[in-house]
């Protein structure tokens, strides 16, 4: 299934999926119970996974759904059960009013930028480059298929990258156990 | 489609700032953390369409970088709530002089 078969198909799932990833974006910070906000927040991470099939990193698009919708979502959930927080609160936890304008403002001034970076040339230069898209296309097809072309960098260029992020995995292991642990004999210190 | 990519992970990381400057409830302010992390996740992604897959190792990396942080984040909640039954930040200011 490729690309220059289905333009319309890929377009109309490609826009589909990014509406229902901004609604879901932001019917999850609004929300007041933090169940229904990881719901949506879940509801995001599958619209994004769609979108990255559709953008050709099928990998990727899986990954999404097990490690995080399946899996750092479910900690998350995990917790709010665990500290008995499902409950909307009576009041809501937005900020007051000098919160929302700051976060208002922020955001408008971030979307201004985007739209001026789009007019500049920094546009210009994200142009596909033939070639390099060509080669991107091809390793696909390759023998490796969709795993072959991010697998080979992983483990050739980036392998020293890769056994740090082991470290840092066992580091952050430790250190939630070691945060998360209750103390003997009640003292909270 | 590169641009339209773009573009709404730029609008997904807005909704997560505005999520992290509006929220009071910690494990809430995580999620929106995770969401902008999803965000750059979709550009790097999108442009290792024009760039070879090396933009798809990274997104691995954030990922591997955002499971620590959940670890790790959460259990700071959790121990936090054990002091003052609470997650909501505006009770935690013990630094605020």
Request: with cysteine; hydrophobic share 60%; aromatic share 10%.
């Amino acid at each position: 299934m490729r690309h220059e078969f289905f333009p319309l198909f890929y377009s109309f799932h490609f826009y589909l999926f990014g509406l229902l990833a901004i609604a879901s974006a932001l019917l999850f910070v609004t929300r007041k119970s933090p169940v229904a906000a990881a719901m949506w927040l879940v509801n995001v991470m599958f619209c994004l996974a769609a979108e990255y099939v559709l953008l050709g990193a099928q990998f990727i698009g899986a990954i999404q759904v097990l490690v995080y919708a399946g899996a750092i979502m479910v900690v998350f959930l995990f917790v709010v059960m665990l500290l008995n927080l499902g409950h909307a609160e009576a009041v809501t936890d937005l900020r007051g009013n000098a919160g929302r304008l700051a976060a208002g403002f922020v955001g408008l001034a971030m979307l201004a930028e985007v739209m001026v970076l789009a007019q500049s040339e920094f546009a210009a230069e994200l142009t596909p480059k033939a070639a390099l898209a060509r080669q991107a296309a091809e390793a696909i097809d390759g023998p490796g298929g969709v795993i072959g072309p991010i697998a080979a960098p992983l483990f050739r260029e980036h392998l020293l990258a890769f056994e740090l992020t082991s470290m840092l995995l066992l580091t952050a292991i430790v250190g939630a156990v070691v945060i998360g642990k209750k103390r003997e004999g009640g003292d909270a210190r | 489609m590169l641009a339209e990519s773009l573009a709404l992970s730029a609008v997904l990381f807005t909704i997560g700032v505005i999520g992290v400057l509006t929220r009071r409830n910690a494990i809430i302010l995580f999620m929106c953390v995770e969401l902008m992390l999803n965000a750059v996740n979709l550009s790097f992604v999108a442009l290792s369409k024009l760039y070879g897959a090396t933009g798809q190792v990274f997104v691995v990396m954030v990922m591997t970088v955002a499971a620590a942080e959940a670890a790790v984040g959460l259990a700071i909640i959790i121990a936090i709530f054990r002091h003052r039954q609470s997650v909501d930040l505006e009770d935690i200011n013990l630094l605020k002089g």
